[in-house]
């Protein structure tokens, strides 16, 4: 099953050519069946479909069954809350059970066969799921949910029973969520909350407490999705589903595994053409973590760097903690887009102003110096000695009278302030309830965002339970960490969201001519050695130095001076990954003599250890330039990676490296160098020329089309060094490693 679409269908990678194995859904993609337009070049989908969820959780018609209303039964407490939800949501709900006349006083039925109606959604409150789905499906019940665990979550034979249950919601045509899920989604949320709303979804849901309890802040959710272990329902089909709803302001998740990456990337760049924000703890940082999240709910984690990067490719906002998610979530959901990148910090205290701006400059804010002319208007109520420039100290007594207001209005009114934050350390009466109100006052005038601090442990004095919290203008927080997360997470977002094109319009959708001369090259299950990974190399337009492979030394004297002194000679073959462990690279050879001596002692070496040649290659000896290396990877969740880095000896030592998942622009290509702590060695460094940094790029889009068309059958590409020469120069590849599938 690929990603929201429900069914499965299969894909030449080379044609794009589209066999159904089962039946698409009308809104597969924006409404419409899959086509092979729809479809890259390696048969992967573009755009992600979104399922018409409304029934789910507007349902019709529900049945529950399994239903009870014996005391000390499990299942009579999960009826009881059912039947009040669905008088919420104005469902009507039968009770579904083999023996029992009737439940809480409502008619019972025995099968959902001998149901009065076609049902919009089934509760499934039974040990074994499997058996039930026939029947939903041969009723045409659109929805399921399953409850029991004992699945994925529970080892090999869990995940065995998890697959058959995937197999039979496939056929049957429902849409199933869970199994190992709860009842979070049919919880009572606040109807008299006003205001774009967080959507929540959750694998566990415990973990989505902190959000939904925003509620209680005056802060309004929407809607909760508890994906449990996905057998169906996934959560890219959850972020699709909210990015399209008018209500959703931001989406909050609790991520422990992904049940398929490029689905979830599909529904993030939905989320991004609309600018809906995504904000998600995802677990497994650490060995430990990803242990964890797979043995609750059964997924693979995938290596948490791809991960990362992939999420901030495609805007989605990670953040680590439970509290870090609400905040920013409720941040995102109700702020409007901010008019300047500026912050300023006021306080009235000049120690809390410092302590802030400290932090919030080291996160990445920008606090821009207030201007010369704003300063002077500041100190008409500020006294002379009091710095403000940013941060804003007031010294105090200013706070308590008109003054107050008129120097946040005069911040506010600046046109490169785009974001106040207050830091209020702790409560001293009367002075910090005027501020907190003045503050509040202030963020109904303006249309930018006002942050307050409000630092007291206690949290039940007046102006934060009723004046701050009161506000649906005002962001408040309870420490400066969360504050600074949450703003930095909301400019990031509109600045990225402002100028974002999604790569998967401009995708290739068929294969290039360099494809063809590749696929020839390829040997399935083989490593490729260096001279056929060179070629490899050209075919899709990579500059590699003049060589020729010979296999004599006679032969390398007259390559020598065809590709001119000095030259390195290296061995070639399939086996060979690290040749210059086994000394098995000679460089700097100036004279037939030394490459007739380099030919004979790199064949001897060879026969030493073992080692299967093809021959000997005589390259072209290039010095001047900066290392990198640039490859491609298989990631179990998001197929091929594109990294690049420092190389040579140094991508192994300081591990410096970006990694993109494709497709992707050069926009992208230049922000993966903008990520490495070596950066400055491409600007040039002690007097050494830039180097060419576009041609650099060029490489790593080409890289990228490679591992876009070969997809699968390409496991390793590895360009180390990618040798990049002085500006205008080029780029030059001097050895590589190629592994098929």
Request: charged content about 20%.
């Amino acid at each position: 099953m690929l990603g929201s679409t429900h069914g499965t269908f299969t894909t030449d990678p080379r044609r794009a050519h589209v066999v159904a194995c089962g039946e698409l859904p009308p809104n597969a993609v924006h409404g419409r069946a899959v086509t092979a337009d729809d479809l890259d070049v390696s048969g992967r989908p573009l755009y992600a479909g979104v399922p018409d969820l409304d029934r789910f959780f507007r349902p019709a018609s529900v049945a529950v069954v399994g239903a009870s209303d014996a005391e000390g039964r499990p299942n009579t407490g999960i009826t009881r809350q059912l039947i009040a939800w669905a008088e919420r949501v104005g469902a009507r709900l039968h009770p579904v059970h083999p023996t029992r006349q009737s439940v809480f006083g409502i008619p019972c039925f025995p099968s959902v066969a001998d149901l009065p109606e076609q049902v919009d959604l089934a509760v499934l409150l039974v040990g074994d799921p499997l058996p039930v789905i026939e029947q939903l499906a041969e009723e045409k019940v659109r929805f399921a949910v399953a409850f029991a665990s004992g699945f994925a979550e529970t080892g090999e034979e869990g995940a065995a029973a998890q697959e058959r249950l995937t197999a039979a919601v496939q056929r049957s045509g429902l849409r199933l969520l869970g199994p190992n899920t709860n009842l979070n989604a049919f919880e009572k949320f606040r109807d008299d909350l006003e205001g774009p709303a967080i959507a929540l979804i959750t694998q566990s849901g415990h973990q989505g407490r902190p959000v939904f309890t925003l509620q209680e802040l005056g802060i309004r959710l929407s809607h909760w999705a508890p994906t449990g272990n996905e057998a169906d329902l996934e959560t890219a089909d959850f972020i699709s589903y909210f990015a399209e709803r008018p209500e959703v302001g931001a989406i909050a998740c609790y991520v422990e595994g992904l049940k398929d990456g490029r689905a979830f990337l599909l529904a993030a760049d939905r989320a991004a053409r609309r600018g809906v924000p995504v904000v998600a703890v995802k677990v497994g940082r650490t060995e430990t973590g990803a242990r964890m999240a797979a043995s609750h709910t059964g997924k693979l984690t995938g290596a948490d760097t791809v991960v990362d990067a992939a999420m901030r490719q495609f805007g989605v906002i990670r953040v680590d903690g439970l509290d870090e998610l609400q905040d920013t979530s409720a941040l995102l959901a109700r702020a409007r887009r901010p008019k300047a990148d500026g912050v300023v910090v006021y306080s009235i205290s000049g120690g809390t102003g410092a302590h802030f701006s400290d932090l919030a400059t080291e996160a990445g804010l920008s606090l821009p110096t207030l201007s010369a002319d704003r300063q002077a208007e500041l100190h008409q109520w500020i006294p002379e000695y009091l710095n403000v420039a940013n941060p804003v100290d007031n010294g105090g007594h200013p706070v308590g009278d008109w003054r107050g207001r008129k120097i946040i209005d005069a911040i506010l009114d600046d046109p490169e302030v785009g974001v106040l934050i207050c830091p209020i350390t702790g409560p001293f009466p009367p002075m910090s309830d005027k501020l907190a109100q003045d503050l509040v006052d202030a963020a109904e005038q303006t249309d930018k965002l006002v942050c307050v601090v409000w630092g007291s442990p206690v949290g039940t004095e007046e102006a934060y339970r009723t004046t701050l919290l009161g506000s649906s203008r005002v962001a408040t927080f309870r420490t400066f960490a969360n504050c600074i997360t949450a703003v930095r997470a909301y400019l990031d977002h509109h600045r990225f969201t402002a100028h974002y094109r999604s790569p998967f319009d401009e995708a290739p959708r068929t294969p290039s001519p360099s494809f063809r001369k590749a696929q020839a090259l390829m040997r399935p299950g083989q490593q490729l050695s260096e001279h056929a990974a060179k070629q490899l190399l050209r075919a899709y337009g990579i500059r590699v130095p003049r060589e020729q492979l010979v296999t004599s030394a006679a032969a390398a004297v007259r390559a020598a001076g065809l590709v001119g002194y000095p030259v390195v000679m290296k061995a070639s073959g399939a086996q060979l990954a690290h040749k210059t462990e086994l000394g098995l690279v000679k460089i700097g050879l100036t004279s037939a003599s030394q490459v007739r001596d380099a030919y004979r002692e790199l064949t001897d070496i060879a026969r030493y250890e073992g080692v299967a040649l093809d021959g000997i290659l005589v390259c072209q000896m290039i010095e001047r330039g900066v290392e990198m290396v640039v490859g491609v990877t298989q990631d179990p969740l998001f197929g091929p990676t594109v990294t690049v880095g420092l190389g040579g000896v140094l991508v192994e030592v300081l591990r410096d490296a970006a990694v993109r998942v494709p497709p992707f622009g050069e926009d992208q290509a230049k922000a993966m160098l903008s990520e490495l702590r070596g950066r400055a060695l491409l600007d040039g460094v002690r007097g050494a020329a830039p180097a060419d940094i576009d041609a650099l790029v060029e490489v790593v889009l080409r890289v990228q089309r490679m591992a876009l068309e070969l997809g699968d059958d390409i496991a390793e590409l590895d360009i180390n060094p990618l040798m990049v020469l002085p500006r205008g120069q080029g780029a030059v590849a001097l050895d590589a490693l190629a592994v098929c599938q």
